[in-house]
Nanobody, 119 residues
């Protein structure tokens, strides 16, 4: 199992920055994929950014050039640096850990952190 604790959300003006943190209860090298999802009111949850245990990253097109996913192995923590925030980035952001064990996949979620971009 994996417990995930997110932090760093809040209220920011358009054009501002926030950094979200996701602390995992186990070595993140043992987790196949760490990812950030978001869910805006009335919309489906969408994948924003992901990082494999090998360090490969992927970002959804709408955040490329503005968001960065990174990790601190010593702290078992994954970050989402969000710059040039837009009102449409407003959502609850969730950290996700995906494990593959004997060809079965398991997903674990954090509690979510609210990001509000508003003037």
């Amino acid at each position: 199992q994996v417990q995930l604790v997110e932090s760093g959300g809040g209220l920011v003006q358009p054009g501002g920055s926030l950094r979200l943190s996701c602390a995992a209860s186990r070595n993140i090298f043992s987790i196949n994929v760490m990812a950030w999802y978001r869910q805006a009111p009335g919309k489906q949850r969408e994948l924003v950014a992901s990082m494999t245990s090998g360090g490969s990253t992927n970002l959804v097109d709408s955040v490329k050039g503005r968001f960065t996913i990174s990790r601190d192995n010593a702290k078992n923590t994954v970050y989402l640096q969000m710059n040039s925030l837009k009102t449409e980035d407003t959502a609850v952001y969730y950290c996700n850990a995906h494990l593959t064990v004997s060809i079965k996949g398991y997903d674990y979620w954090g509690q979510g952190t609210q990001v509000t971009v508003s003037s």
